[in-house]
């Protein structure tokens, strides 16, 4: 017999008893007709049919053509970006089942490009969901570990971090020599991959072409760059055990006197010229190129400047620096404001271009030797010149912090600063 012919007989059998009934009693006496005629022909199915508890999973999973639905539990674990696009119209992850047993995942829609696999359903789907964690908080599906991450994508991250807690000067140093040197010679190594002997070589290099200063910059930036990413990828540093050899720091030298005067007398004759008020200022102030556009007349007696030297966030720390006798004599020929916008690149060329065996940090150098060659309080001289530490001076910092000189007491002392030029 037929479904339909089941329904003809059972609906003939059961219908002329709802003859004369009010509408509610005939209408539930119908709903009990089809209910029986459906449960009667669940009976009538052969067993295979049935859904047994052992498939309801599998159900689950496989909707409709091999395509895995996420639950809403499953749908909160996904990133928030994501959750719509698969909580929308109930869209499915298809996926495919190969010979060796293992299922095959792939979805490359929306931007999301996923491919995971795995011996069962279930995990497969923790995969997936994992997989969009990563790509939404990476940009990579990959997770994180030292062993995926670039090395120079992880120290673009380092030189943001610095931007903001450094001074600009030291940031536009560290950027300049991960840009030029480093970035180049790390391209496509990921964190993982980099060990001892490839560093140790590479800064070899540097070291046998006699750049020991840029030597020992890389140094620190790649020591910088490989702490951070110990802490964080929990693996053990490849720069502890990298090492370069000493080698004597080139120190400044202070001007002769003959070279003094020789350099105001050119300033003098050029008072035209850009440079020439800016390097008498910072010759008779110590200041650091950096710090000359920041200074300013108090009186007849001090300047001040912005000390460069102090870590970003800090503050600005000012200093006062006095006018001493040997300076005023070269005051008529010092234009404040010019010398404050003068190109540092100017000033050094210039200074190359009279003295090829000086640089311009040198005249801060001469600053400090005269300084101390007049006899002017050595604590003072620190003061002045923006130091925090001198070997020539004995006090403690905690001293120095407890020393409050009088005014009268500097000026004495600055107008030691007497000699011929």
């Known amino acids: 017999m037929t479904q339909e012919e089941f329904d003809t ?29 459906f449960q009667k022909v669940k009976e009538l ?30 749908i909160k674990l996904m990133p928030l970006k994501y959750r719509k696009v698969f909580a929308q119209d ?44 990563n790509l ?12 995926t991450v670039k090395f120079n994508e992880f120290a673009l991250s380092w030189l943001k971090l610095k931007e903001k807690t450094t001074k600009p000067a030291t940031y536009g140093e560290y950027a300049r020599l991960f840009h030029h ?52 990828y929990k693996l053990q540093s490849p720069m502890d055990k990298v090492v370069l050899p000493k080698y004597e720091t080139k120190k400044g030298k202070a001007f002769t006197y003959d070279e003094e005067r020789q350099l105001v007398e050119y300033c003098k004759k050029n008072n035209n010229y850009s440079a020439a ?10 200041m650091r190129r950096s710090e000359l556009s920041s200074i300013t007349v108090l009186d007849d007696n001090w300047m001040q400047c912005e000390t460069s030297k102090e870590r970003m966030g800090s503050g600005v720390v000012t200093r006062r620096i006095p006018i001493t ?21 100017t000033i050094n060329t210039t200074i190359k271009r009279i003295f090829p065996n000086h640089h311009t940090h040198e005249l801060r150098n001469t600053y400090i030797t005269r300084l101390k060659e007049c006899k002017v309080d050595p604590e003072l001289v620190m003061l002045w010149d923006g130091h925090s530490f001198d070997k ?23 107008k030691k600063v007497d000699y011929d030029i």
């Open 9 to 37: 007989h059972l609906k003939n059998f059961l219908s002329p008893n709802t003859e004369g009934k009010d509408p509610e009693t005939a209408f539930m006496l119908n709903t009990l007709i089809d209910a029986a005629a």
């Open 45 to 74: 199915l052969p067993p295979s049919a049935k859904t047994s508890k052992n498939t309801k999973q599998e159900q689950t999973d496989k909707v409709q053509n091999n395509g895995i639905k996420f639950s809403e539990e499953e």
């Open 90 to 133: 109930d869209r499915l992850v298809y996926y495919r089942q190969k010979p060796n047993g293992v299922y095959e995942a792939r979805y490359h829609r929306e931007g999301i490009n996923i491919e995971v696999s795995s011996k069962d359903l279930n995990t497969l789907k923790q995969k997936f969901i994992e997989a969009l964690q």
């Open 136 to 147: 939404a908080s990476t940009g990579n599906v990959k997770a994180k570990t030292a062993k």
């Open 181 to 232: 040197d480093i970035e180049p010679y790390f391209e496509g190594k990921t964190l993982g991959e980099i060990d001892r002997d490839f560093l140790q070589n590479y800064l070899f290099s540097y070291v046998e072409n006699e750049k020991f200063r840029t030597a020992e910059k890389i140094h620190l930036i790649l020591r910088c760059i490989f702490d951070l990413a110990a802490s964080d």
């Open 277 to 286: 008020s800016a390097l008498l200022l910072l010759l008779y102030t110590g």
């Open 325 to 345: 006798p040997v300076m005023r004599r070269v005051l008529p020929y010092i234009d404040i404001e010019q010398a404050k916008a003068t190109n540092l690149n």
């Open 392 to 414: 020539d001076v004995k006090t403690s910092a905690v001293d120095r912090g407890y020393t409050d000189f009088s005014e009268q007491y500097m000026l004495n002392e600055a």
